[in-house]
């Protein structure tokens, strides 16, 4: 008897402890799908992760050649501005440069004008004051008045090349200030652009 209550407290203990082995298997298969759901999930997660870098690097390759592409872009509207800031300082140069050249000729061709003019009122003073003496004979008359009519000849082509100097040197000057208009249009045009 005392063996079969062994067997039996053994067999029961033994069941008790298969169920609990049971359990204990259920529970960690239980647990095992649960960590291969994890797994697959962080799997799923690490794919996703792997493909945003992965555009996330095609994306900056991208914005790096952009970026580049701009500052080429930007070193080479330096460029032009500085060209273009040169030749206006240039031509601002030139036009002050014809400005004061006209100006000097101006100056030049109103002194001889003023010396033919002081000439030839000399002159007709002079001849006023001769005709006025009668020692003064008929034929010198005469040379003086033909000296005075070229005199006063020279003095109208003398005007005239002056007026056409002032043609010439304003349209000169015209031609310079519209260069630089265009140059300084130039310039703002490749700064706002």
């Known amino acids: ?16 402890r298969v169920a609990e082995l049971e359990a204990e298997n259920q529970r960690l298969n239980i647990l ?18 792997r493909e945003d870098r992965d555009q996330a690097l095609v994306r900056v390759a991208e914005l790096e050649a952009s970026v580049k ?13 500085e060209v273009l800031e040169r030749s206006l300082s240039n031509t601002s140069a030139d036009i ?17 004008l003023d010396d033919k003019e002081a000439l030839l009122s000399s002159l007709k003073e002079s001849l006023a ?3 006025g003496a009668e020692t003064e004979t008929h034929t010198h008359i005469i040379a003086k008045d033909a000296e005075i009519s070229l005199l006063e000849a020279r003095v109208k082509k003398a005007y ?8 010439e040197l304003g349209s000169q000057v015209d ?10 249009c130039s310039v703002a045009y490749l700064t706002t652009y």
């Open 1 to 16: 008897m005392t063996s079969a209550r062994i067997n039996l407290d053994g067999g029961t203990a033994f069941r008790d």
């Open 129 to 131: 004051l001769k005709e």
């Open 69 to 81: 592409s701009v500052e080429r872009n930007l070193h080479g509207r330096d460029l032009k501005i």
């Open 32 to 49: 095992i799908s649960g960590l291969q759901g994890e797994e697959l999930e962080h799997g799923r997660r690490t794919n996703s992760m």
């Open 175 to 184: 031609a310079l200030r519209h260069a630089g208009q265009v140059c300084l």
């Open 96 to 112: 002050d440069k014809a400005r004061a050249e006209g100006e000097t000729r101006v100056r030049d061709l109103q002194s001889l």
């Open 160 to 167: 005239a090349e002056l007026e056409d100097e002032r043609r």
